[in-house]
């Protein structure tokens, strides 16, 4: 894959090689910003294929019979969404995505610290996920959720659960080449006179992300290998026919993919602490215990993961330790909200489309939080375990929580991405169908939950119906809201306003450029950016160029 | 892939290579290539955490079925252990001898350590071969073979790099005192697969 070119030091060469084709985001680009680029619009691919895949969940349980389609096909669906969502959607877009486009702005440099692995890292996930959808086509797709819990995994039929696991071995792969890289880029990559506690709170959130993907995600990998171990070899480890332990599976399972939600939501605390001081003109309350909280976060994530098994025969210590260290959580999660609300306090809060997503965020998410409080008391938890309670949870966390900053963030980030401005109209627009439509589709999953609606199945007791039907219709909108945003998102791009350099203006080094960036991502020396977060001074008076945010924000002239 | 590029993606790997090489603000960060090895040997000392702890929790919570046993003959893997950590110390000294600038006697060193990881691998082999279980047996046998193997794919993969550098070393100037990544990265890693069969041997021979 390396060519062997000569290197070229003219400095015309260098101007007219800049890559101006779309054709580049088709290629092995090794510039950072093409492949934050490339993970998000693949992303978003799959997201519409998973998106559909709910549809079809949807459509199914609006009705108590299977009618839809037939059970097996449920089983495979859901199977498919879950996966997908999570491993080639929500993970590699604010994992990759908005890391890859924003890290190397933010520590100072012109790209990441392993161009090469991190275009090989991007190119490992499309053939990943088409993979894993292929399965559907090719004697059918794995059933057994996306847990892949033995003895299900091991009974049901083989071929699209190996298939499921090649694939998932290959975004697993993926994850930890991103997690070393950023770890590099942050902690070594940074420019000269750039202390660790200077820099914005995303590259924090990304560091804490990617010690949780390097520690956690290998040992889900071996797990997998050992499972397709018991499918194609017939060992025994995890199938109780054999004398295996279907537990020891649970264990290492969730040993990755409790961290996963983290993996998953701490990027998603990063991104909003970026969009939130800048549209409230406010400095970021509280800098310090923010990061002190994302490295709490990351110890205590990877100590939690047995809540998910209180139904497990957990023995009582164990059920009372992780009790006790998941409800620990709630603290350093807390100090973040607490932050971000007083950040708010008192600011001159731009109302748009990102901040609107933000504040979403902030509320929705909390939700999520409570109930997961909730879920991590043993006896509550066992009467809810494996209801539809878990299932409203889980989609406040991660649609509440994460996506709707996915959103936030193309918003707040789509000038810079562009050189054009999002409209507005639409934005809200979207805004508005998506908090509807999410809420009436996961809200009363709760009540469902509560009254004892199993997850993952195709039938259920009529007296569910009217409840499920709701559901039903909030994820309809949720679909339809997708249609201004892809309106918005493609039709801005030609119709949009110009940007400007920094439209928001903004601190932070990836505004202190043209937009979209150059190759070298600053014409000139990098910005050396001492304080991200020093807003509230007079406007007009302020020459981002030269200025750092600290001088601005104690000695306004 | 690389015959039939079109223009501007050959423009663009191009100018990749004169930002990374040219005075173009990247001359002043350091080699990171040995950082990045390092963390992905934490990631994978992690798989090997992983299948360790699925192993002891089998041996405490999941019983054999009768007439199986934990035991095995001992004097063949402690002589590979030996064999194993004794090529640390051959790696380390071509690692010695390349500081000298003595490429001969390193290349030796490297030699002697790539024919010590083969001389182990082929000693797991014959102890496989005249093991009294397979692999599908019991909890046990599974694990065995999934530990060393995975373990052993390890050391074959090594012997190949050592085998790489050593190679590539018979070129005049191709490693010097003071570039050398190369072989810096594989004498890392073969520690690192060195650690790595202690706590196993431990674990799945001693215990």
């Given amino acids: 894959m390396t060519i062997a070119l000569p290197p070229i030091k003219s400095p015309e060469a260098h101007s007219s090689l800049q890559p101006t084709s779309w054709l580049r985001y088709f290629s092995f680009s090794l510039d950072h910003k093409v492949i934050g680029l490339q993970y998000i619009v693949c992303g978003f691919l799959f997201y519409f294929v998973g998106g559909a895949l709910a549809g079809v969940i949807r459509t199914e349980l609006a009705t108590p019979i299977s009618d839809f389609v037939s059970r097996e096909t449920y089983n495979q669906v859901l199977t498919l969404h879950g996966t997908i969502m999570i491993f080639l959607w929500i993970v590699p877009v604010v994992n990759g995505g908005f890391g890859n486009y924003l890290i190397p702005f933010y520590v100072g440099a012109r790209d990441m610290a392993f161009p090469r692995l991190n275009a090989v890292a991007f190119w490992m996930i499309p053939p990943a996920g088409l993979l894993l959808i292929s399965s559907y086509f090719i004697g059918g797709a794995a059933q057994s959720g996306w847990t892949a819990y033995p003895p299900l995994s091991i009974t049901t039929p083989a071929m699209g659960q190996i298939i499921w696991i090649v694939s998932v071995l290959l975004l697993g792969g993926s994850s930890i080449f991103g997690g070393i890289n950023f770890i590099a880029t942050i902690l070594k990559f940074r420019q000269p006179g750039l202390k660790l506690l200077q ?21 889900l990998a071996g797990t997998l290998i050992l499972l397709s171990m018991d499918i194609v070899a017939h060992t025994g480890f995890f199938n109780p026919s054999q004398g295996g332990n279907v537990v020891v599976y649970q264990h290492l399972f969730w040993f990755y993919s409790h961290p996963a939600v983290y993996i998953m939501v701490l990027p998603a605390f990063g991104l909003v602490s970026e969009i939130l001081p800048i549209h409230a003109r406010k400095p970021l309350f509280g800098y310090v215990t923010m990061v002190y909280s994302i490295l709490a976060i990351v110890v205590l994530g990877l100590v939690v993961w047995a809540h998910h098994m209180f139904t497990s025969g957990t023995p009582p210590w164990m059920r009372l330790f992780f009790t006790i260290a998941t409800a620990f959580i709630a603290v350093p999660t807390g100090i973040k909200f607490f932050n971000w609300i007083a950040t708010l306090w008192q600011g001159r809060i731009a109302l748009n489309s990102a901040m609107l997503f933000s504040c979403a965020f902030i509320l929705q998410f909390v939700f999520g939080g409570i109930t997961g409080v909730a879920l991590a008391q043993v006896p509550f938890d ?8 878990v299932v409203a949870h889980f989609h406040y966390i ?12 193309i918003y707040h980030w789509y000038p810079k991405f562009t050189g054009h401005m999002a409209n507005e109209h639409l934005g809200r627009l979207h ?3 998506t908090v509807i439509g999410f809420n009436l589709c996961f809200g009363p999953q709760h009540w469902l939950g509560l009254n004892g609606m199993p997850r ?3 039938e259920y007791d009529p007296q569910f119906t009217l409840m499920n039907q709701v559901s039903s219709v909030g994820a309809l909108l949720m679909a339809i809201s997708t249609i201004p945003f892809l309106i918005n998102v493609i039709g801005s791009i030609w119709w949009g306003a110009k940007a400007g350099d920094n439209p928001w203006r903004a601190l932070t080094p990836e505004w202190l450029t043209s937009s979209p960036p150059p190759v070298e991502n600053w014409k000139g020396a990098a910005p050396l950016v001492h304080e991200p977060y020093g807003y509230g001074t007079e406007l007009g008076v302020i020459d981002l160029k030269v200025a750092t945010g600290s001088d601005l924000w104690r000695n306004p002239q | 892939m690389t015959t039939t590029q079109p223009a501007i993606e050959s423009a663009e790997q191009a100018n990749t290579l004169s930002t990374e090489h040219s005075s173009h603000g990247h001359d002043e960060h350091p080699d990171l290539r040995m950082f990045g090895l390092a963390t992905f040997l934490v990631a994978d000392g992690m798989t090997f955490a992983g299948f360790f702890a699925a192993y002891l929790t089998f041996r405490a919570v999941n019983p054999l079925p009768a007439g199986a046993i934990y035991e095995l003959e001992l004097l063949l893997p402690t002589i590979n252990t030996a064999i194993l950590i004794a090529s640390s110390f051959t790696f380390h000294r071509a690692s010695k001898e390349l500081m000298k600038a003595n490429m001969g006697a390193c290349r030796a060193w490297l030699l002697t350590t790539a024919l010590m990881g083969i001389a182990f691998l082929g000693g797991q082999m014959y102890e496989y071969f005249h093991l009294p279980f397979g692999l599908t047996d019991n909890l046990f046998a599974s694990t065995f073979y999934a530990l060393t193997g995975f373990h052993g794919l390890h050391v074959t993969l090594g012997a190949l790099m050592i085998l790489i550098v050593w190679a590539q070393a018979a070129r005049p100037g191709y490693f010097t005192p003071e570039k050398h990544f190369g072989i810096a990265a594989v004498e890392l890693y073969w520690h690192f697969v060195d650690v790595i069969w202690v706590v196993l041997f431990g674990l799945l021979y001693l215990l």
């Fill in chain 1, 431 to 433: 805004l508005l169908l």
């Fill in chain 1, 398 to 409: 991660v649609y509440g929580g994460t996506v709707f900053v996915i959103f936030a963030s």
């Fill in chain 1, 382 to 389: 066992v009467h809810v375990h494996d209801t539809y309670f």
């Fill in chain 1, 456 to 458: 993952r199945v195709a």
């Fill in chain 1, 199 to 219: 820099l914005p709170m995303y590259c924090w959130a990304m560091l804490g992300t990617s010690i949780l993907v390097v520690l956690s995600t290998p040992v």
